[in-house]
Structures are given as structure tokens and as C-alpha cells.
């Protein structure tokens, strides 16, 4: 089993705004874009991403139940996702980052406790929903790398709202492919196990 391109992809799309001379930052690619919230790039759109992903993982899961091999991709995309949230959170607390619309310097870690920039939390919860996905799916139905689509756009709209610098949209990719691929690797989801024996039958079988 290869690890899916997400992150290669991603940064094929966000080098159109890391080829600048000013850039800098951990890897010197990080600099602050033009500020831009246009519908496309919107808050509500993004979390209308998020919030919808994780609502279809999690009634998939329930739905499905974790006998097919549907319903333990669910379930094992149930496992990345909170792995992630749950990573992503501590790396932030950790590194204490400014945001780009709060200064204009990338190399701005470890300051207040307010400061949450690296890694990109979102990029983390979108890579890890698709990676189990991708990577279960991807040789007989070679479609679903279609789903990369959705951590380049929230990568790309939280650098033109000025959320997030380069690098923290790269180590969010990489740290939700890498829970992705952990929970994948596992012969089963331990949510499926922790949760009341109704949910991991799942509903379609159970009616």
C-alpha cells in the first residue's frame, strides 16, 4: 500500500503562491497573500466542508456498520478524523503560531497561547477524512483521487483568508495523511469497538 499523493498535490497547488522572493519561514516558502474572502474562499463555505464531511463520515459509519467493506472505511475514517482533530489541537498548543492576519512575520512561533496557526487544523481534518478513502478504493476505482479536490480548495481558501501560512497548510496535509494511513493499516476501527454494539452493527442491517 503506497501513501496517496495529497501532499504532492497540494503542493502543486499552492506553487503559484510560494514562488515569491520574500518568502521565508521554516522552509522558505511562507508569505502572507492578498486577503481575499470572496464566496468561493468563505468561512461558511469552509465550514460547510468540514462540518458536511464529518456529518457524512459519521452516518456512513452508523449506517453501514463495520462488516462491509464500505463500513470499515467509514469507521476507519472515524478513527483518522478524530486522531487528527485531536493531533492537530495539541501541535497548535505546542507551537503557539501566528496567524498571517495577525502579522506578517512566519517565523512568529511559540508567542501567545491565543496564537494557533501551525498546523492547519482544517487541512488536517479534510486529508484524513479522504486518505482512507483513497487508499482503500484507489486501484479499482481510481475516481475517488477525485477527492483530493477538497483539502487543495480548504488549503488554498485558508491562505487567501490569511489563516495560514504555506507551511502550516503543508503539515496539515501531511499529519492527516499520516493519521489516515495509520488508521487505515489497522485490521479495525477502535471506535467501532468503544461505542454501544448498535452502532458498529449499523443501521442498515439492523432494519
Same mark, same amino acid.
Given at each position: 500500500?503506497?501513501?496517496?499523493?495529497?501532499?504532492?498535490?497540494?503542493?502543486?497547488?499552492?506553487?503559484?503562491?510560494?514562488?515569491?522572493?520574500?518568502?521565508?519561514?521554516?522552509?522558505?516558502?511562507?508569505?502572507?497573500?492578498?486577503?481575499?474572502?470572496?464566496?468561493?474562499?468563505?468561512?461558511?463555505?469552509?465550514?460547510?466542508?468540514?462540518?458536511?464531511?464529518?456529518?457524512?463520515?459519521?452516518?456512513?459509519?452508523?449506517?453501514?456498520?463495520?462488516?462491509?467493506?464500505?463500513?470499515?472505511?467509514?469507521?476507519?475514517?472515524?478513527?483518522?478524523?478524530?486522531?487528527?482533530?485531536?493531533?492537530?489541537?495539541?501541535?497548535?498548543?505546542?507551537?503557539?503560531?501566528?496567524?498571517?492576519?495577525?502579522?506578517?512575520?512566519?517565523?512568529?512561533?511559540?508567542?501567545?497561547?491565543?496564537?494557533?496557526?501551525?498546523?492547519?487544523?482544517?487541512?488536517?481534518?479534510?486529508?484524513?477524512?479522504?486518505?482512507?478513502?483513497?487508499?482503500?478504493?484507489?486501484?479499482?476505482?481510481?475516481?475517488?483521487?477525485?477527492? $483530493? &479536490? !477538497?483539502?487543495?480548495? *480548504? %488549503?488554498?481558501?485558508?491562505?487567501?483568508?490569511?489563516?495560514? =501560512?504555506?507551511?502550516? /497548510? +503543508?503539515?496539515? $496535509? &501531511? !499529519?492527516?495523511?499520516? *493519521? %489516515?494511513?495509520?488508521?487505515?493499516?489497522?485490521?479495525?476501527? =477502535?471506535?467501532?469497538? /468503544? +461505542?454501544?454494539?448498535?452502532?458498529?452493527?449499523?443501521?442498515?442491517?439492523?432494519?
Amino acid at each position: 500500500m503506497h501513501l496517496p499523493r495529497i501532499v504532492l498535490a497540494l503542493l502543486l497547488c499552492v506553487t503559484s503562491s510560494l514562488a515569491v522572493a520574500d518568502s521565508s519561514g521554516p522552509l522558505g516558502l511562507d508569505h502572507r497573500l492578498a486577503f481575499d474572502d470572496a464566496a468561493l474562499w468563505s468561512s461558511g463555505n469552509l465550514k460547510a466542508v468540514e462540518y458536511g464531511s464529518a456529518l457524512l463520515v459519521l452516518g456512513g459509519a452508523i449506517y453501514e456498520g463495520n462488516e462491509s467493506r464500505l463500513g470499515k472505511t467509514f469507521w476507519k475514517t472515524v478513527d483518522a478524523m478524530l486522531l487528527g482533530d485531536v493531533s492537530a489541537a495539541a501541535a497548535k498548543a505546542a507551537f503557539r503560531r501566528q496567524r498571517p492576519i495577525d502579522g506578517n512575520d512566519p517565523g512568529a512561533f511559540f508567542k501567545s497561547s491565543s496564537d494557533n496557526s501551525f498546523p492547519s487544523g482544517s487541512m488536517t481534518h479534510i486529508t484524513a477524512i479522504v486518505t482512507p478513502f483513497i487508499l482503500e478504493y484507489q486501484k479499482d476505482t481510481p475516481a475517488v483521487w477525485l477527492l $483530493a &479536490a !477538497l483539502p487543495a480548495y *480548504v %488549503g488554498l481558501a485558508k491562505l487567501k483568508t490569511q489563516e495560514h =501560512w504555506q507551511t502550516d /497548510v +503543508l503539515a496539515g $496535509a &501531511a !499529519l492527516g495523511v499520516g *493519521v %489516515g494511513y495509520f488508521a487505515t493499516r489497522r485490521d479495525s476501527a =477502535w471506535t467501532a469497538h /468503544v +461505542l454501544p454494539a448498535g452502532f458498529s452493527v449499523g443501521y442498515k442491517k439492523s432494519f
